[in-house]
């Protein structure tokens, strides 16, 4: 069965629809190659995974920037203050549902650190709220340079089994 189509001179024209099908398909196949692409480029954020159905970002920054605060603001004594030594860090972590983008504000997260110096240590990440969004974080102690792994266990609504994301730090001199 052929459609009609009306040419630039007005006539009317036959579309085969196998042409027609052929356009179709190249459509589709070019929105999901575009979707695939975006999806390839968060997965490889190194400050990001997904992980059972959560999107979790990653991030480590130096204590010593809290310090910086007034001593009346909320970060400055969050977690019950940093020792602001050279060798104190803030892991923060935030999660959102990976399939609606919410962010998950209800959930209990630990950080597993595999130290390249040190014995393995897990820390609980506390809730924070900042600037109206909610994240975990913690002060942790960096102590040597090398690389550092992070297995963060996010637990949601009374489940025994976390869903658990992989990041490594590389702690090099500056």
């Given at each position: 069965m052929n459609r009609r189509a009306r040419s630039r001179t007005g006539s009317t024209v036959?579309?085969?629809r196998a042409a027609l099908t052929a356009a179709l398909w190249a459509t589709v196949l070019t929105a999901a190659a575009l979707i695939f692409t975006v999806h390839a480029a968060r997965a490889q954020d190194p400050?990001?995974?997904?992980?059972?159905g959560l999107t979790v970002y990653f991030g480590v920054m130096p204590g010593e920037i809290v310090k910086g605060h007034p001593k009346s603001h909320a970060e400055r004594s969050m977690h019950g203050g940093t020792s602001g030594d050279e060798h104190s860090y803030h892991l923060v972590v935030a999660v959102f549902d990976a399939v609606t983008g919410t962010r998950i504000t209800d959930a209990t997260v630990k950080a597993?650190?595999?130290s390249p110096s040190?014995?393995?240590?897990t820390i609980s990440l506390e809730k924070m709220e900042v600037a109206g969004t909610t994240t975990y974080g913690n002060f942790f102690p960096i102590?040597?340079?090398?690389?550092?792994r992070f297995a963060i266990e996010v637990y949601r609504h009374n489940e025994t089994r976390p869903a658990v994301a992989e990041f490594t730090y590389d702690h090099r001199l500056k």
């Open positions: 036959a579309i085969p400050g990001s995974r997904a992980v059972d597993k650190v595999q040190r014995p393995s240590s102590a040597g340079y090398g690389t550092y």
